[in-house]
């Protein structure tokens, strides 16, 4: 079964720092991997998604990941940190030949000015 | 192009009521999904479909009920409406060696 680990519940950044999320994942195989990310209110977005080649992946707003076979991680990471990018960021998982994805919990993240 | 709509935007039941929650994508996806999220507990999956005619229970199912009579539409159902399933329900669709697209949610309140 594939399962998704965010550690990190809430986690509060200054503005112009930078950012990593963690996420591990569960699988087998090699998974298809995705981050979204959620504004208060709002639905889910995505914003960079790992299905095979280079293990850095570039998103959206500036975020990138790495996709790491040796520690099952695919952590988010951005250089400097904007007030727009608080929100909530979901990490999710899904096998080769599965119809479903499934989601870590989630990490909000707040930015101080 | 509209992508995933979901209707109503918020409802409030009362404790047995029905109520059917609507969900319409235009990208002619054949993968569509519905999932309930309580805070703190991420995305759960509650029902989803690989195409016109088929649906399959997803991790959350006891309560629901789902059709797929076109590509366009999968409505997902509560017969007896019980304050366990207050909750912000999304809607999703893709194709093959997509990523999934979201709705903006319902957000549904049993009182």
């Known amino acids: 079964a594939q399962s998704v680990t965010q550690p990190d519940i809430h986690i509060t950044v200054s503005e112009g720092a930078s950012l990593e999320l963690r996420c591990n994942y569960s699988y087998g195989a090699t998974p298809y991997l995705f981050w979204y990310v959620q504004s208060p209110g709002q639905g889910l977005q995505l914003l960079l998604k790992y299905f095979s080649g280079d293990t850095l992946v570039q998103g959206i707003k500036g975020f990138e990941a790495e996709f790491k076979r040796s520690q099952s991680s695919f952590n988010l990471r951005k250089p400097s940190v904007h007030w727009s990018d608080a929100a909530e960021y979901f990490c999710a998982v899904r096998g080769g030949s599965n119809y479903k994805l499934t989601f870590g919990k989630g990490t909000l993240l707040t930015v101080n000015p | 192009n509209a992508g995933v709509t979901q209707t109503p935007k918020f409802r409030i039941l009362k404790i047995g009521q029905s109520m059917t929650l609507q969900c319409t994508q235009d990208m002619n996806h054949n993968y569509m999904y519905w999932y309930r999220q309580d805070p703190g507990m991420g995305l759960k999956l509650i029902y989803y479909s690989v195409g016109a005619g088929i649906t399959d229970k997803g991790e959350v199912p006891n309560g629901y009920n789902v059709s797929r009579s076109t590509t366009e539409d999968f409505p997902l159902r509560l017969e007896l409406a019980a304050p366990s399933q207050t909750s912000v329900y999304f809607c999703?669709?893709?194709?093959?060696?997509?990523?999934?697209?979201f709705g903006d949610g319902t957000r549904l309140s049993i009182l």
């Open positions: 999703a669709s893709r194709n093959d060696q997509q990523p999934q697209h």
